[in-house]
């Protein structure tokens, strides 16, 4: 057995080529030749050409990226099913993409699924493949040439080539894929797009450090005289990657380097280094290719229409935006997106695809285009839907070779630098957590419930049973009910009037703080309460929290309030309620004079009011981001787990007290309390009942449903579609 695996792993030599055969294989695994390399891309000039099976021809890249997130797992459980994405492929083609970008290697299923999918098909659905790095090496001290860095970009690459040759057995842990990959899907995978969004603190350490090794020249990629260490270890990775491909399979295809705004190849003012750290770039007219690479490269970009947020100082930023009233509408808008993937496109001699691209419809948000209101969060799926086409009608317009929507579908498990302090990360799969923006960029949508949620928030209460009763008095009752998303609440009072009737609704969950009245109301609550809702007509409504536990006050509090707030705690029994509200990252006005006092006044977003419309997404005149309505006597609402400072409401873990633990630690509860009353009297006074609660753990219910986005894309693409 020996002497036969020997012969098995021999190098035979037969005339200008070579044949490498593999005990594990059994087969050959490489062949190099005088033959022409075989390529179904090309770039000419700024535009990108495939064959398709007419011959080389203008291809426009409209794609839509995928992840590997599904409800109840991790990104890097790797989740999904063949069957599953067989169906999502099938749907992603109806909506007009012909592309699917995915960042990393995947699980042997989605390359089975691209193979049965393609290869007896006339009109095949085509990928763009990435390259991933791990975040983690990016935010340490490495330098992009440490071996955890490059040694692992060049590794992984001659992993990826042999994948999607259908000639690996592969198993690297958590990070990557695994599985038997024997299905060759080479000849749908138009190319790579190599790295991620680099962290200017990556690329300027590089730079600084490595700062001798600023030239490289291959067989296929080379840099110029202008190129920096950072772009030298790019092309390094191209030229590693073509040649691996090409000598080991006679095959090309095109090329890109990942990139975004923060690291773009702008000379920007000085103002953008001070106001928004803008200090590193990445220029990829630094790389070139020679004859040999025969496929050619692209540029690559991730664009968003509100970041980074210098976008919307264009005209003060030192970069000349060529006939800027072209970018201005008949309202005198300037259209900043449009602008800067213009400048974009102009600045590049090679074609130049956005490969990431739109806004998420959560409830939640971190950042808003100060132009044309396209922002990262508090968008109804309608509002997304707008942005999704105006943001591709901006990109095509600037003379892009294409662009890749974001994304496919909702994430669960994601997180946001604004609210990932306020839950438990490693539950985050669980639940749905709608305060998260990062979650819900998808136009495949995750809704609780097998078939259909608990309760949808539309006026119709036949949902709701006497098992969700909680309390009634005096021609008033409260029910409540929830699911993997909302606490739902019903309300009942005869001869309702959202004209002149205030309602309070008192919530009392944990028993470390809370107040038995809020200052400046009539009355009082029967238990302390941590939260108040207010029910004051469709305009007026709104959630208060009571001061000590304010989420924002206790991690942010030197950039809201300009003090410790661990200094100056607020009493337990405070009568203090105050808005909720999340941060935003939004920098100075680069327009305005700084502040006198030196601070930087963090600005936030009052995410407590209560949006009135109609949440059934059957319903005509569906509003995706209702929080409540009223139909006669009766008023529904949902209410997002965060919002009432739930960490991992699976569990039934609640906020601890911010004060005893300085910072956010989980408590876990099994019932709260709440009642239902106007406070018109200072007699008042709202009686409380308990509320069951009993996590669901792991086992979550859901199902699919297709956001308005997908139709607009849709309706752009194919013109049908509702």
Same mark, same amino acid.
């Not at 990435?130 to 970009?153: C, E, I, P, T």
């Given at each position: 057995?020996?002497?036969?695996?020997?012969?098995?792993?021999?190098?035979?030599?037969i005339?200008?080529?070579?044949?490498?055969?593999?005990?594990?294989?059994?087969?050959?695994?490489?062949?190099?030749?005088?033959?022409?390399?075989?390529?179904?891309?090309?770039?000419?000039?700024?535009?990108?050409?495939?064959?398709?099976?007419?011959g080389?021809?203008?291809f426009?890249?409209r794609?839509?990226?995928?992840?590997?997130?599904?409800?109840?797992?991790?990104?890097?459980d790797?989740?999904?099913?063949?069957?599953?994405?067989?169906?999502?492929?099938?749907?992603?083609?109806?909506?007009?993409?012909?592309?699917?970008?995915?960042?990393?290697?995947?699980?042997?299923?989605?390359?089975?699924?691209?193979?049965?999918?393609?290869?007896?098909?006339?009109?095949?659905?085509?990928?763009?493949?990435?390259?991933?790095?791990?975040?983690?090496?990016?935010?340490?001290?490495?330098?992009?040439?440490?071996?955890?860095?490059?040694?692992a970009?060049?590794?992984?690459?001659?992993?990826?080539?042999?994948?999607?040759?259908?000639?690996?057995?592969?198993?690297?842990?958590?990070?990557?894929?695994?599985?038997?990959?024997?299905?060759?899907?080479?000849?749908?995978?138009?190319?790579?797009?190599?790295? =991620? $969004?680099?962290?200017? *603190? %990556?690329? !300027? /350490?590089?730079?600084?450090?490595?700062? #001798?090794?600023n030239? &490289?020249?291959?067989?296929?990629?080379?840099?110029?005289?202008?190129?920096?260490?950072?772009?030298?270890?790019?092309?390094?990775?191209?030229?590693?990657?073509?040649?691996?491909?090409?000598?080991?399979?006679?095959?090309?295809?095109?090329?890109?380097?990942?990139?975004?705004?923060?690291?773009?190849?702008?000379?920007?003012?000085?103002?953008?280094?001070?106001?928004?750290?803008?200090?590193?770039?990445?220029? =990829? $007219?630094?790389?070139? *290719? %020679?004859? !040999? /690479?025969?496929?050619?490269?692209?540029? #690559?970009?991730?664009? &968003?229409?509100?970041?980074?947020?210098?976008?919307?100082?264009?005209?003060?930023?030192?970069?000349?935006?060529?006939?800027?009233?072209?970018?201005?509408?008949?309202?005198?808008?300037?259209?900043?997106?449009?602008?800067?993937?213009?400048?974009?496109?102009?600045?590049?001699?090679?074609?130049?695809?956005?490969?990431?691209?739109?806004?998420?419809?959560?409830?939640g948000?971190?950042?808003?285009?100060?132009?044309?209101?396209?922002?990262?969060?508090?968008?109804?799926?309608?509002?997304?839907?707008?942005?999704?086409?105006?943001? &591709?009608?901006?990109?095509?317009?600037?003379?892009?070779?294409?662009s890749?929507?974001?994304?496919?579908?909702?994430?669960?498990?994601?997180?946001?630098?604004?609210?990932?302090?306020?839950?438990?990360?490693?539950?985050?799969?669980?639940?749905?957590?709608?305060q998260?923006?990062?979650?819900?960029f998808?136009?495949?949508?995750?809704?609780?419930?097998?078939?259909?949620?608990?309760?949808?928030?539309?006026?119709?209460?036949?949902?709701?049973?006497?098992?969700?009763?909680?309390?009634?008095?005096?021609?008033?009752?409260?029910?409540?009910?929830?699911?993997?998303?909302?606490?739902?609440?019903?309300?009942?009072?005869?001869?309702?009037?959202?004209?002149?009737?205030?309602?309070?609704?008192?919530?009392?969950?944990?028993?470390?703080?809370?107040?038995?009245?809020?200052?400046?109301?009539?009355?009082?609550?029967?238990?302390p309460?941590?939260f108040?809702?207010?029910?004051?007509?469709?305009?007026?409504?709104?959630?208060?929290?009571?001061?000590?536990?304010?989420?924002?006050?206790?991690?942010?509090?030197?950039?809201?309030?300009?003090?410790?707030?661990?200094?100056n705690?607020?009493?337990?029994?405070?009568?203090?309620?105050?808005?909720?509200?999340?941060?935003?990252?939004?920098?100075?006005?680069?327009?305005?004079?700084?502040?006198?006092?030196?601070?930087?006044?963090?600005?936030?977003?009052?995410?407590?009011?209560?949006?009135?419309?109609?949440?059934?997404p059957?319903?005509?005149?569906?509003?995706?981001?209702?929080?409540?309505?009223?139909?006669?006597?009766?008023?529904?609402?949902?209410?997002?787990?965060?919002?009432?400072?739930?960490?991992?409401?699976?569990?039934?873990?609640?906020?601890?007290?911010?004060?005893?633990?300085?910072?956010?630690?989980?408590?876990?509860?099994?019932?709260f309390?709440?009642?239902?009353?106007?406070?018109?009297?200072?007699?008042?006074?709202?009686?409380?009942?308990?509320?069951?609660?009993?996590?669901?753990?792991?086992?979550?219910?859901?199902?699919?449903?297709?956001?308005?986005?997908?139709?607009?894309?849709?309706?752009?693409?194919?013109?049908?579609?509702?």
């Amino acid at each position: 057995m020996k002497k036969f695996l020997i012969i098995c792993s021999v190098l035979i030599i037969i005339g200008a080529g070579w044949i490498l055969l593999s005990p594990k294989i059994g087969l050959f695994i490489g062949i190099r030749s005088e033959q022409p390399v075989h390529t179904f891309t090309k770039v000419e000039g700024k535009t990108i050409l495939a064959d398709t099976g007419n011959g080389m021809e203008p291809f426009e890249i409209r794609g839509v990226n995928m992840g590997v997130g599904i409800p109840g797992h991790f990104a890097t459980d790797y989740a999904i099913d063949k069957e599953t994405y067989l169906r999502w492929f099938s749907m992603i083609q109806e909506m007009g993409a012909n592309c699917v970008r995915v960042y990393t290697i995947q699980s042997d299923d989605f390359y089975n699924a691209v193979w049965e999918y393609n290869h007896d098909n006339e009109h095949p659905l085509y990928i763009l493949h990435g390259l991933w790095v791990n975040d983690y090496v990016q935010f340490s001290h490495r330098d992009a040439y440490d071996k955890d860095f490059l040694d692992a970009m060049l590794n992984d690459s001659r992993t990826l080539v042999d994948i999607i040759h259908g000639n690996k057995i592969f198993s690297l842990g958590e990070d990557l894929g695994s599985g038997t990959y024997h299905k060759d899907i080479s000849p749908w995978v138009l190319g790579y797009i190599l790295g =991620v $969004e680099w962290e200017d *603190t %990556t690329v !300027a /350490f590089t730079n600084h450090i490595e700062d #001798s090794k600023n030239r &490289y020249q291959g067989k296929y990629m080379y840099t110029t005289q202008e190129a920096s260490p950072f772009e030298a270890m790019l092309a390094q990775v191209g030229d590693r990657i073509i040649e691996y491909e090409t000598v080991r399979y006679n095959e090309q295809r095109l090329i890109a380097f990942s990139n975004w705004p923060t690291t773009d190849p702008f000379d920007w003012h000085e103002l953008v280094e001070y106001y928004f750290r803008k200090f590193a770039k990445v220029d =990829v $007219e630094h790389i070139k *290719t %020679t004859d !040999a /690479f025969v496929s050619g490269h692209f540029a #690559s970009y991730h664009v &968003y229409p509100y970041f980074p947020d210098y976008l919307g100082f264009l005209d003060i930023m030192g970069i000349e935006v060529k006939d800027k009233d072209r970018f201005v509408d008949e309202h005198g808008v300037f259209d900043s997106y449009r602008a800067y993937v213009t400048m974009l496109n102009e600045y590049h001699t090679i074609p130049v695809v956005i490969a990431e691209y739109g806004v998420p419809s959560a409830r939640g948000r971190a950042q808003s285009d100060r132009n044309t209101g396209r922002a990262q969060g508090g968008m109804s799926e309608a509002d997304q839907a707008r942005a999704l086409v105006t943001c &591709y009608q901006d990109i095509m317009e600037a003379g892009c070779a294409g662009s890749i929507a974001f994304t496919w579908q909702d994430e669960w498990f994601k997180r946001t630098w604004n609210t990932m302090a306020y839950t438990d990360l490693t539950k985050t799969p669980y639940w749905s957590d709608y305060q998260t923006n990062e979650q819900y960029f998808g136009i495949l949508s995750f809704d609780p419930g097998k078939e259909k949620s608990v309760c949808y928030v539309d006026g119709d209460v036949s949902e709701w049973t006497a098992q969700d009763l909680v309390s009634e008095r005096e021609g008033m009752s409260i029910w409540s009910k929830y699911d993997e998303k909302y606490l739902y609440f019903r309300i009942h009072k005869d001869q309702y009037d959202p004209e002149t009737d205030v309602l309070y609704v008192p919530i009392d969950t944990t028993p470390k703080s809370g107040s038995t009245s809020c200052r400046g109301l009539k009355g009082s609550f029967e238990r302390p309460a941590d939260f108040l809702m207010i029910l004051d007509g469709k305009d007026n409504s709104r959630v208060l929290v009571q001061r000590r536990y304010e989420a924002l006050r206790a991690i942010y509090s030197h950039r809201v309030y300009l003090e410790d707030a661990y200094l100056n705690e607020p009493a337990r029994d405070t009568d203090e309620f105050t808005d909720i509200r999340l941060m935003l990252q939004v920098p100075l006005d680069p327009h305005e004079e700084l502040d006198t006092t030196g601070y930087d006044i963090g600005e936030t977003f009052d995410t407590g009011i209560l949006t009135y419309g109609n949440g059934n997404p059957e319903s005509a005149d569906f509003n995706s981001l209702s929080d409540f309505i009223i139909r006669g006597d009766e008023i529904e609402i949902r209410l997002p787990w965060l919002l009432l400072n739930f960490c991992n409401p699976s569990e039934m873990m609640i906020h601890d007290d911010y004060y005893e633990n300085y910072g956010i630690e989980g408590l876990p509860i099994d019932q709260f309390y709440t009642g239902i009353g106007e406070l018109r009297s200072a007699s008042e006074v709202i009686p409380m009942q308990a509320v069951p609660l009993k996590g669901w753990g792991k086992n979550i219910t859901y199902h699919e449903r297709l956001k308005e986005g997908y139709y607009a894309l849709q309706q752009l693409w194919t013109g049908t579609g509702e």
